[in-house]
Every structure is written in structure tokens, then in C-alpha cells.
């Protein structure tokens, strides 16, 4: 939930609202805020999937109101654990992500089997996005895991 900004102040998870071009609205965006208000960014590991999402809807000519984490399976993961996690508890909020990331994703497999077994190729479809999706956390880790190897 908490990680460092280049200032010095700490920086906080929250969900937001975000207007692109002043017609296409997303609502419940993860963004990391700097609490001395300097600096705010899409959560990393979703910023790939925001932007395809865009352009995809621009390209459609859609306007109005979406829900990023009724379509975007991490986002969804991160508001679920972002609404329950309590700072007492034992695992930190990044800890408790990669758990419940893990879970989600042998969940996901798992009815691609399914799918695969029923030979549903719409549902087979779906289900590789969502994974896709989620797949971005742990290319996401994998990568501040090699940052870190770098600053220290
Ligand atoms: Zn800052």
C-alpha cells in the first residue's frame, strides 16, 4: 500500500476517477499519491492494460462511464484487498497481493481447463484476458526485483 516517492514523502494507494479528453471517464483507477501532494502515478502493474483499454474504446468512439475494476481482473483484485487490508494485520498489503495474485491465477488456470474441456472458445477467450491481465503483476514484481538488485 505504501512506497516511497522521490521526495522523500511516502506515498499512498487510493482509487480515483479519470477523465481522458473530457468525454471518457474511468472510475475506481489504483494510483499511488505522494502525501506532500507532488507526484501521483497509475499503480505500474496496471498502467499497460489502462492504456490498451483507451485506445480501445477511443478507437470504438465510446464515451461515458467505465468501472476499471469491473474490467480489469487485477484492478479488481487490488480494490478487493485495498477495501479489507488494516495496516495491523501480518502480511503487508504487497505480501497479501502477491498471495491472493498467485491464488487468482491458479484459480484462472483451473477454468481454462474447464473451458478447454467444454470447448468453449468464447469462455477460453475470456479467461486468457483475465490472465493476461494478472500475468502483469508478477512481470511487474520480477522487474522491481531487478531494480532493486541495481540500487543496492
Ligand atoms: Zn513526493
Redesign the pocket.
Known amino acids: 500500500m505504501y512506497k516511497q ?5 511516502m ?1 499512498n494507494l487510493s482509487f480515483r476517477l479519470v477523465i481522458f479528453e473530457g468525454v471518457l471517464e474511468i472510475d475506481r483507477v489504483p494510483i499511488y499519491e ?6 501521483h502515478e497509475v499503480f505500474p502493474a496496471i498502467k499497460a492494460d489502462l492504456k490498451a483499454l483507451l485506445s480501445s474504446l477511443k478507437q470504438q468512439g465510446k464515451n461515458g462511464r467505465i468501472i476499471f475494476t469491473e474490467v480489469n481482473e487485477l484492478a479488481h483484485l487490488i480494490f478487493d484487498i485495498y477495501r479489507t487490508w488494516e495496516q495491523s494485520e501480518s502480511l503487508s498489503f504487497e505480501a497479501l497481493l502477491e498471495r491472493k495474485s498467485g491464488e487468482r491465477i491458479n484459480l484462472l488456470l483451473d477454468l481454462y481447463g474447464c473451458a478447454k474441456a467444454m470447448n468453449d472458445s468464447g469462455w477460453m477467450g475470456d479467461i486468457s484476458n483475465r490472465l493476461a491481465q494478472m500475468s502483469n503483476i508478477v512481470k511487474d514484481r520480477q522487474f522491481s526485483e531487478e531494480n532493486q538488485r541495481f540500487t543496492y
Open positions: 516517492c522521490h521526495c522523500g514523502g506515498m505522494c502525501e506532500l501532494d507532488c507526484y
